[in-house]
């Protein structure tokens, strides 16, 4: 197995993990999805009551909380004190929860650990928001995805509406103008990209499109080091 690290970052919505996780797939790489430990963190807080906004309640707590990230199959699954957590963290309530503990920097520099180990070990497609400038500054090529804001919403409510949730797509478009604003104002660890990151705007794109684009800006990239 080839030994490359790929970092994608990129605001949310943008189709990070997808792309991520179809990159692992065709280069052969582990995809390894960080946003799952900070919902952890959150899924933890929320489970024994703590105000994920209050940091010193927050960081009092990570001494009791130990995490592993384990994988079969090319599936991550997180062990919460050797539990997994399964899809616990994938509701909506265990979003804001993670997203809230993500600004703190005592649980930032909990999970740092974990992630470099995962990045020494190599062989990974990593994505987050500061994988190319904290986590793996190193990385064979650190993609940047993003997408218009337009183009984020409508995706989302074709997701919605086909899980037969009712919802307006004016409505969605405003939630996702909001939420770009609250992560661009927060001052710890907003998505911003490395110097030498590869960007790529996938707003008119399909998955497909969006997975091409990259793999040819990894070959461009990796080629001349890489036979
Ligand atoms: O990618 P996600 O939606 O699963 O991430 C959950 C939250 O964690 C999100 O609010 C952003 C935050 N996060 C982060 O701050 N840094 C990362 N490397 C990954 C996620």
Redesign the pocket.
Known sequence: MRNWKIAVDGP?GAG??SLARALAKELGLIYV????L??TIGLFMVEHDIDTHDSEAVAARLGDIQLELTYKNGTQSVLLNGVDVGEKIRTPQI?MA??AV?AIPAVREFLLGIQKDMARRGGVVM?????GTV?MPDADAKLFLVASPAARAKRRYLELCAKGIECSFEQILEETNRRDEADRERNI?PAVPAEDALFIDNSDYGPAETVAEAMNLIAQKCAPKRS
């Open positions: 949310s990070k993990s999805d960080t946003g799952a900070y919902r979003s993670a997203s993500s994505d987050g928001r500061d994988i986590i660890a």
